[in-house]
């Protein structure tokens, strides 16, 4: 089936630090999404893209949806201790129902 | 108001035992899903119902049954389960793609331990 990749796949910061993560396929995705889970918690939406280059911000954080439709970043400014958890990028191909994950990236935050 | 809840919220039960996990949806969506969660945090898609029909049934062991009684609720039946069906079970909702958003919303999980 169609993978997404996630890179890192895991990140140690220093509380205030900025973190930068992406995805990339080797198909093209007409939606991008960036979720968000906590321990215990189900994934929850963080940012939802639908166009090719939009750029869109939520509070600290802003994500992109690649001009080539392959790829998407997720940028985390000032990290603050709540920011740990697993983040996932998700995308789905024109269509199709089904949203493919990343293998996520394990977010840590020192305070 | 929780949107999405599914219980139990842990389950562990013996090898060759069936056991189901329930998920109900309150936001008035049209699609439901089941979503495994390996140790490795991988989350892979399993059944997708659409206002009741099914519409993505992944390779998955057919001791797996999803059944819809109406499009709000979407329950997982596992048969005979097995050491390897360990796993988080994540049920999530969502508009539908004539919505034009398709965006899922996620239940807060059901650990299911076999030992």
């Known amino acids: 089936g169609q993978q997404l990749n996630q890179s890192p796949q895991s990140m140690f910061i220093q509380e205030g630090e900025d973190v930068s993560m992406n995805c990339t396929s080797s198909s093209i995705f007409n939606t991008w999404l960036w979720y968000k889970q906590d321990p215990g918690e189900g994934p929850v939406l963080l940012i939802a893209?639908?166009?090719?280059?939009e750029l869109t911000s939520n509070g600290r954080l802003t994500a992109q949806f690649g001009i080539t439709r392959k790829d998407s970043f997720l940028n985390i400014s000032a990290s603050i201790p709540s920011d740990v958890g697993i983040y996932f990028c998700a995308g789905l191909q024109g269509g199709s129902e089904k949203l493919v994950f990343g293998k996520g990236m394990k977010l840590t935050v020192n305070p | 108001d929780t949107a999405v809840s599914q219980t139990p919220k842990y389950l562990v039960t013996q090898m060759g035992n069936d056991k189901s996990i329930k998920c109900e949806q309150n936001?008035?969506?049209?699609?439901m899903y089941w979503y495994k969660q390996d140790s490795k945090k991988f989350l892979k898609i399993m059944f997708s119902y659409n206002n009741k029909e099914l519409i993505i049934n992944e390779t998955v062991p057919n001791r797996f049954s999803p059944k819809s009684p109406d499009k709000a609720h979407l329950n997982l039946h596992i048969n005979s389960l097995e050491l390897g069906d360990s796993a988080v079970y994540f049920c999530?909702?969502?508009?539908?793609?004539?919505?034009?958003?398709?965006?899922?919303?996620f239940g807060a999980g059901s650990r299911l331990t076999v030992l």
């Open positions: 999530a909702s969502s508009g539908g793609w004539d919505s034009g958003a398709n965006v899922l919303t």
């Open positions: 893209l639908y166009k090719a280059g």
């Open positions: 936001l008035g969506h049209d699609t």
